[in-house]
């Protein structure tokens, strides 16, 4: 399959990557919004100006949009599917379904196939919601974050005045991991399930005290968590903190029999050095199954509900029960 | 959809449990080779002769198939597909091929649709190991079982003169699943990744001795081992290891990254109360996603592999996209 690259950040440079161990994909070029000639791949690649993009339209069988959630996503994915089959890692989940219709009817108007939120959360995370839950309808699922980076933490703390860099780790409360394992079905608040690690640059002249509160009671962010700041200095920051690792677990407990006398507890797992390189990996097993669904005729959008797990691998039907069933 | 069982066993009276927790699910009857007289149900559910199936063949939507893999499903599966939709837990990996060449011909030659292999592994785990190694085509996959009740083994060690009762438990070596948690990627023989405890009750005039030694030295079952063997009461034995628990953990580590400098850890685990019960709840999403593209049209053979997360579930897709993406 030929692929193209929408948007060159992180997770841009992540497919770039993921596509070097994926035997059956090929890159044919980067898309970019900035100057093309102003970008460094790390391959090699070409890039090409994202207004040139229709002049590309028959060597790409699926382009990845490598966008961001809040603005990109939501006009790149339909304007794109217009032209394209396409992939996205659209994240924001309360507005899932919005994008979803607004995708589907793109493409289905266009004739191409797309597929939404992919990644791990949303995306691996969900598939095994969705599995949990069906084998075990009399059960309670739990889902954990961390210990990793969030970007968009990071973000809000950086944008205090006085605060030159910052990183926000979300750590999942272990005892809490732990009674949900136990299968103690507890009730967590959101208090109970993770803290917030904040690691800041400040200024010289900053007041540190002003800047630790402000983050303590920010809204939304930060009021409802238990959080610690940590003032250090910009070397650190690069030296101890310029990595994206992430992860977490998805847990559920239920319980079957006649008289409910037996528990069960399913767990899927994360522990990622890079959240995007993942994320990317993620993408490009997306990307393949589509392409095969298009080749088969089918358009629309799809998620990675819709998507059996075979279509995802490289390896036939055939070679998958032989080795894998 | 409407559901026949046919076979009343452990996982025959799991199914029968677990439709009780699926709306969507109504018993129809079980189906049975012995007497129908002496077969008492825990609902009260009626029990039919296996050689009256025909003529109830057109008020069941899928029949949940609950024979035994070494002589029972290689027969039954391909012959009821002849006449129904069908479901089974066919676990003798080697032979997955075959018996997916046989399902296929009966059902696509009867215009119906089948689901082989369904459960846990092969099932949940096989789909786990899809799912890995598409996204880290770069790394390495470990499965370990148990702490479990082994039905072949117990089996293995009843068949030894002098040997009243026997209870096989396969134990994962702790260690081992830590190296592959830390992505040391060991290389692990077969005694190094499990071990297995048996309690034998023995004949009061039995060698003790004698039949310590034939366990420990079985070909296949035992030799490759280190296998503890503990004698004790009949008493006990119904006391304490009268439940059949299972589990195990799918593990892959895997490398990203242009020069492989990322590592990611990816794990699937499952802690059970009851093997067949478990095994039972999957079957019934399974023969939820199978009545669902019958009414789509489809036939022949399916594996798991075969299809979307979101046919399993209850819940619409849109319900799903709503609240499980």
Redo the contacts between chains.
Sequence with gaps: MKLGIYGYGNLGR?VE??V???KDAELVGIFTRRDPSTVKT??GVPVYSASDILAHKDEIDVMIICGGSATDLPEMTPALAEHFNVVDSFDT?AN??QH?ANVDAAAQKSGHIAII?CGWD?G?F??????M??????GESYTFWGRGVSQGHSDAVRRIPGVLDARQYTVPVQEAVEKVRNCEYPELTTRMKHTRECYVVAAEDADKAAIETAIKTMPNYFDEYDTTVTFITMEEMKAEHSALPHGGNVIRSGK???HS??????????????NP??T???LI?AA?AIDRLYKKGETGCR????????L???LS??E???H??
Excluded: W
């Excluded at 037996?262 to 797992?269: A, F, G, K, P």
């Design positions: 992540g990557c993921a070097q161990q994926n790390l391959t989940h899932i379904p979803f939120s949303p691996m969900s598939i095994n919601r969705v599995y839950e069906s084998i075990l309808p009399d079957t029999g006649l006398e037996c528990t069960h507890t399913i767990e899927y797992s994360l522990k990622l050095d890079s390189e993942f990317s990996s993620v097993c393949r998620t990675m509900l819709d998507i059996p797990p075979a995802l691998s490289p039907p055939e998958l029960r032989a894998s069933l």
